[in-house]
C-alpha cells in the first residue's frame, strides 16, 4: 500500500505540468488533416492496446499484489505487465490528444516513476517470498514479454471489486478522446488561449 501511495503522489506532483501541456500546446496542422486522423488513430490502438494489457492482468492479481506471488497469465511473460500497460496508455494519451510534446512529457513522467516502483516492489517481494521469487525473476523478464513461457490455468479467481475499479477507469480512459474532441471546439472559438504550437 504504501508503494502504491508513493507512485500516485510522485504522479500528483507530476500532473500540473502535463495538464498545462494537455490545454495549452496545440499541433501546427489542420485538425482535418491526414495526419491528425493517423496521429488519433494510432493513439486508439494505443489506449485499447494498454487497456487490454491492465484488464488481463487485474482477472489475475487483482486484490492479490504482494500477498501472493502471481506467475501465471501475462505474469508468466513479464514479471510487470500492467506498468507495461500502463506505459501503452501513456503513449496513447500523447497520440489521441495530437500533442507530441505531451507524447514525450508524459512516458519521460511515468517511466521513471514505475521504474522506481518496481525496484522498491522487487526488493519487497524477495523478501517477503524469497527463494520462489528470485526463481521467477530468473526466469520471467522484467518487461519484454517473453510470449514462448505463457502458461495459464483455464479458471482464475477474481476479484470483483478489482474489476469494478478496472472497469471505471476503463471509462475514464475511453473518454479521453471526447475530451480532446472538446479542448479543439475551445480552441477554434477562441475560448481557450493556444501558447504555442509545435512544428509539424
Same mark, same amino acid.
Given at each position: 500500500m504504501k508503494l502504491r501511495k508513493l507512485r500516485i503522489d510522485l504522479l500528483k506532483l507530476l500532473f500540473v505540468p502535463i495538464l498545462f501541456v494537455v490545454v495549452f500546446v496545440r499541433p501546427s496542422w489542420s485538425l482535418d488533416s491526414y495526419r491528425a486522423f493517423f496521429v488519433e488513430f494510432l493513439g486508439?490502438?494505443?489506449?485499447l492496446s494498454g487497456l487490454t494489457v491492465r484488464i488481463w492482468c487485474i482477472f489475475y492479481i487483482g #486484490?492479490?499484489?504482494?500477498? +501472493?506471488l502471481i506467475t501465471?497469465? !501475462?505474469?508468466?511473460?513479464? $514479471?510487470?505487465?500492467?506498468?507495461?500497460?500502463?506505459?501503452?496508455?501513456?503513449?496513447?494519451?500523447?497520440?489521441?490528444?495530437?500533442?507530441?510534446?505531451?507524447?514525450?512529457?508524459?512516458p519521460a513522467v511515468i517511466i521513471p516513476v514505475h521504474f522506481l516502483t518496481v525496484i522498491m516492489e522487487e526488493s519487497h517481494l524477495k523478501e517477503r517470498f #524469497?527463494?520462489?521469487?528470485? +526463481?521467477?525473476?530468473?526466469?520471467? !523478464?522484467?518487461?519484454?514479454? $517473453?510470449?514462448?513461457a505463457y502458461q495459464s490455468p483455464e479458471y482464475v479467481e477474481v476479484n470483483v471489486k478489482a474489476v469494478r475499479r478496472i472497469a471505471l477507469d476503463t471509462i475514464g480512459v475511453l473518454l479521453l478522446p471526447q475530451v480532446e474532441d472538446f479542448l479543439e471546439l475551445l480552441h477554434e472559438h477562441n475560448i481557450l488561449p493556444v501558447f504555442w504550437h509545435f512544428p509539424s
Open positions: 486508439y490502438l494505443f489506449l #486484490g492479490r499484489k504482494t500477498k +501472493e501465471e497469465g !501475462p505474469y508468466s511473460i513479464c $514479471r510487470n505487465p500492467l506498468y507495461v500497460g500502463t506505459f501503452l496508455l501513456s503513449i496513447g494519451v500523447g497520440l489521441c490528444f495530437e500533442n507530441l510534446l505531451m507524447l514525450l512529457l508524459v #524469497g527463494t520462489a521469487y528470485l +526463481e521467477y525473476q530468473r526466469r520471467v !523478464p522484467r518487461f519484454w514479454p $517473453r510470449f514462448s
